[in-house]
């Protein structure tokens, strides 16, 4: 029992010691997962899991492993595993080798990658979006172009510039597109879809690689050219 407590009470000592020399030089540099609150960086190097809540970093976060952020800011962000972001704020480029969840946070940067599936709700972008797999966006706002690689589904989202897809269905619900939807799906057993259900386009809808079809349903609307689609028409 006695060498059990010496041997925790030196693990303790070991902890405490790391979050002094941590919270002294400001960087933190960690191997295996950790959880951190109420600190601020000026780096972040982890080489596992990383949970944090209410803190700063004003330089680069690099994660080699699941990053979950709550109520945090941050600079630049590299994550190599999945990553959250809640009520938080980028500033500087982001790029994810995994999925990505955020709501109710601001990224602004230069860029965003990411290299799974994105799915936002309540968040706004600033920075041009490449994703590298779904897009699955609720009451979104979105400053520069998006590109994905596979589906898109919106509801209640505003895309100021244009978006382009290679996933074979687009669902666009009570949405605002401020440019061109660009289609480049080419899968022979699927015809490529966009469903605009109480959406709104204001530019030009084009299908690149083969013919696709265009829904338009409950008063869904394009304002610009319709190109090698056929279109379908229903609901008031």
């Known amino acids: 029992m006695m060498k059990q407590m010496q041997t925790l009470g030196l693990s303790m000592s070991l902890i405490l010691f790391w979050q002094a020399n941590a919270d002294s030089i ?8 950790v959880k951190v609150s109420q600190e601020n960086y000026q780096s972040i190097n982890v080489n596992g ?43 500087g480029e982001i790029n994810i080798a995994g999925a990505l969840k955020v709501s109710n946070s601001q990224l602004s940067g230069k860029l965003l990658h990411c290299s799974g599936n994105l799915t936002s709700n309540n968040s706004s972008y600033a ?35 244009g978006l382009s897809s290679s996933g074979y269905k687009l669902k666009l619900s009570n949405s605002q597109i401020q440019g061109d939807i660009t289609d480049n799906a080419k899968i022979w057993i699927l015809t490529p879809q966009i469903f605009l259900d109480n959406t709104q386009v204001n530019g030009n809808i084009v299908f690149t690689k083969m013919t696709g079809e265009l829904i338009l349903a409950n008063g ?14 229903y609901g008031s």
Do not use: C, W, Y
Not at 54 to 64: D, F
Not at 130 to 146: C, P, R, W, Y
Not at 220 to 233: C, D, L, P, Q
């Open 26 to 33: 400001n960087n933190l540099n960690f191997a295996g997962n």
């Open 49 to 91: 899991d990383l949970d944090a809540e209410r803190i700063t970093n004003s330089g680069m976060s690099n994660i080699s492993g699941k990053a979950q952020f709550r109520q945090s800011k941050l600079q630049d962000l590299s994550i190599d595993g999945k990553a959250t972001l809640e009520n938080s704020q980028v500033n």
């Open 127 to 161: 920075s041009p979006l490449n994703i590298n797999g779904t897009l699955d966006s609720t009451h979104d706002n979105f400053a520069q172009t998006v590109n994905t690689s596979g589906s898109i589904t919106l509801n209640q989202s505003i895309f100021h510039q």
């Open 220 to 233: 869904a609307k394009v304002s610009g050219t319709i190109k090698n689609a056929k279109i379908v028409r």
